[in-house]
């Protein structure tokens, strides 16, 4: 782990806010052992990550494969600050997407309740599949014949949201391999040199841990994804 790699976007004694390439994990998990968002941080921070019991640690998920902005809470009460926000209050985050074909209107709501997805089997035999309520809202920034280019933003923070939700309306995420078009990809990685999922998280905003001033934090695309872009002629 090298944490000259961390490209920090915003950094004081509260907080960090991360800019996360496609490919690294969060956290350790299901063949996951190392190179996680969390060594780096851990590895950037030294003798300062852990403080009063508390080591810094990122305050929500983003998939492995998608990019963009992550928060990590240096401090307890900065983590408990940040539980609360995503749990009740709901952070404006904002991502960019690519999705198969041409889609019905410049903008929409999708308003669809999603099957929880960390349910044990002994829950599902005992009261069925628990439905959680999710909503993602969807504003065309670019349109081809073949594609388009979304702003999506997402009310609740349900597992790979945006996602399950574009698939269900029949435009899934270009590069998706769980929820995707295999054809599709097969296509955009021949032609526009797609090798990953198509998401970024751009922006988010949400109250300072500290005294609850509006933060707002932002990156843009990365290049491979702008050369997808310009290939698919969607720049």
Request: some cysteine.
């Amino acid at each position: 782990v090298d944490p000259s790699r961390l490209v920090i976007l915003k950094e004081d004694d509260w907080l960090m806010a991360v800019d996360k390439p496609s490919g690294m994990a969060v956290h350790t998990g299901s063949g996951i052992t190392g190179g996680t968002l969390v060594d780096y941080v851990r590895a950037y921070l030294g003798p300062k990550a852990t403080r009063n019991d508390f080591t810094a640690s990122p305050a929500h998920r983003l998939d492995r494969e998608t990019s963009g902005v992550i928060l990590v809470a240096k401090r307890r009460p900065a983590m408990v600050h940040f539980t609360e926000i995503f749990t009740h209050g709901h952070p404006k985050k904002r991502y960019l997407t690519l999705v198969k074909g041409k889609m019905p209107k410049d903008s929409g709501v999708i308003d669809l309740p999603l099957a929880e997805h960390q349910q044990t089997a002994e829950s599902k035999a005992r009261r069925g599949v628990n439905m959680q309520e999710a909503v993602t809202r969807w504003k065309v920034v670019r349109q081809s014949s073949e594609a388009a280019l979304l702003s999506c933003t997402i009310e609740t923070g349900r597992t790979h949201q945006i996602r399950r939700h574009l698939v269900a309306v029949g435009h899934p995420v270009a590069g998706d391999k769980k929820y995707g078009d295999f054809a599709f990809n097969r296509d955009v990685r021949a032609r526009w040199g797609l090798k990953r999922l198509f998401l970024h998280a751009e922006r988010i905003e949400f109250p300072h841990p500290e005294d609850g001033r509006k933060v707002v934090v932002e990156t843009p695309m990365p290049p491979e994804l702008m050369d997808v872009l310009k290939r698919a002629a969607l720049l």
